[in-house]
């Protein structure tokens, strides 16, 4: 993914636009890139400083535009597989090594070779490999093992959403108007937004000059999302979420993005504005997050005569909201269902939200289940019958969520 510097961008008043692409730019990245991945196949099997020194070679032969050029390379390295060396055995080998050097040149009897030869037998190295495993934990001595990297037809295609996506990692709010035919879209799209955690405020309609349109299917939805400037506490890995969100996004019938930016060393507020159209068909749901993956899979062995259903309906309230559970809870005795949705850890307004769409009247019975870290109380819905909100410190307790989803379920 780009870095904000990376971006070529033009202030217009307070507006900020990306360069508008063309055919010849678009023809410099294709060249690029495919001299990039041309040199990259050829280092195969060569430490990342190797690859890394004949990259820049390559790059600094584009002289006429260095920002593209960093950008291009930039796309590029991201697809480059290198060798991951355990750092523990890497340690573990340079200190036998050095202590069976330090104890033979006690002893006189010194030789490199046959040293080689002894520290490697008992991990099944020969010499040549001892000296490649001595410091392979090394970044720069890391090899390429193979290349997952867009075509340089693809990459070029790409190269304006990826710019954007790097603006987004400035932003401090962030609109999206989408629209497609197929419900199958918005699913992935709102199941995408879930497992990236961004707890986004979604309304039925859009908002074309600010004023809501009659909230049906063939106006889509809203959905307005925090940036990572806009929490408490700064995030960079909050950020990288909310730009991974945008190929979903992207990939609506027709979207609009409108986000609110920080730009600059300056940081001067600007508005950042973009949209198209795209491919359509259903995409598959993403998977669970890990944490709520292994809770389910806890779950599941307990033997709790509940059922567990991953693609529970999306719940809407009109006028007042959306909410996407990430489960749903059928008990079998009855068909008692309870929904659950994991607000995560980004921001406190989160679970505000979620209180305020049950007292404006979610019908559904839900359970939430928040952080400790976002330092709120269970308390805020204890006077609702069909809400409650499970407060965890670690891990999702099954046992905790047995007994609410028992409660709730009367």
């Known amino acids: 993914m780009l870095t904000a510097d990376l971006v070529t961008v033009r202030r217009r008043g307070d507006e900020l636009r990306l360069l508008p692409g063309d055919e010849e730019r678009a023809a410099r990245i294709r060249t690029l890139a495919a001299a990039l991945l041309d040199e990259a196949r050829a280092q195969i099997g060569q430490t990342r400083d190797a690859v890394e020194e004949a990259l820049r070679e390559i790059a600094n032969a584009f002289p006429d ?50 040293l080689l030869e002894e520290a490697g037998a008992p991990r099944g190295l020969d010499g040549g490999g001892v000296e490649d495993a001595l410091f392979a934990d090394r970044p720069g001595a890391q090899r390429l093992l193979a290349i997952d990297a867009p075509s340089p037809a693809a990459l070029a295609s790409g190269f304006g959403l990826a710019e954007a996506q790097a603006v987004l990692l400035r932003a401090t709010k962030v609109t999206a108007q989408v629209r497609a035919a197929d419900a199958g879209t918005y699913r992935h799209l ?22 809501p349109r009659p909230p ?17 506490q700064a995030s960079n890995k909050y950020g ?34 973009l949209a198209g159209r795209g491919a359509t068909g259903i995409r598959p749901a993403p998977p669970l997050p890990d944490e709520l993956a292994a809770f389910v899979a806890a779950f599941e062995r307990a033997g709790t005569g509940w059922s567990v259903d991953r ?40 679970v ?16 939430f289940a928040a952080s400790k870290t976002l330092r709120v109380s269970e308390e805020l819905l204890d006077e609702s019958p069909t809400a409650a909100l499970y407060i965890f410190t670690r891990a999702i307790s099954v046992r905790a969520v047995l007994d609410r989803l028992e409660q709730l379920a009367g």
């Open 240 to 273: 990288l979420q909310l730009a991974l969100a945008l190929p979903a996004i992207a990939a609506c019938d027709a979207w609009s993005i409108e986000a609110d930016v920080r730009w600059g060393a300056d940081r001067r507020p600007l508005v950042f504005r």
């Open 216 to 232: 049906d299917d063939a106006h889509g939805y809203t959905i307005e999302i925090d940036g990572p400037l806009s929490l408490f």
């Open 65 to 114: 535009d260095r920002r593209l050029s960093a950008a291009v390379t930039k796309l590029v390295r991201d697809g480059l597989q290198f060798q991951e060396m355990d750092a523990q055995t890497s340690a573990e080998l340079r200190r036998d090594l050095f202590r069976r050097g330090a104890a033979a040149r006690r002893a006189g009897t010194f030789d490199r070779a046959r």
């Open 352 to 367: 505000f939200r979620r209180v305020d769409l049950v007292r404006a009247g979610l019908p559904q019975r839900i359970l």
């Open 311 to 350: 693609e529970p309906a999306v719940l809407d309230l009109p006028g007042a909201g959306i909410c996407v559970p990430d489960l749903a809870f059928t008990r079998a005795a009855d068909g008692a269902r309870v929904f659950f949705e994991l607000l995560g850890f980004w921001s406190r307004e989160a």
């Open 190 to 211: 709102l199941r995408t937004l879930k497992f990236l955690r961004l707890l986004p405020v979604i309304t039925r309609g859009d908002r074309t000059g600010g004023q």
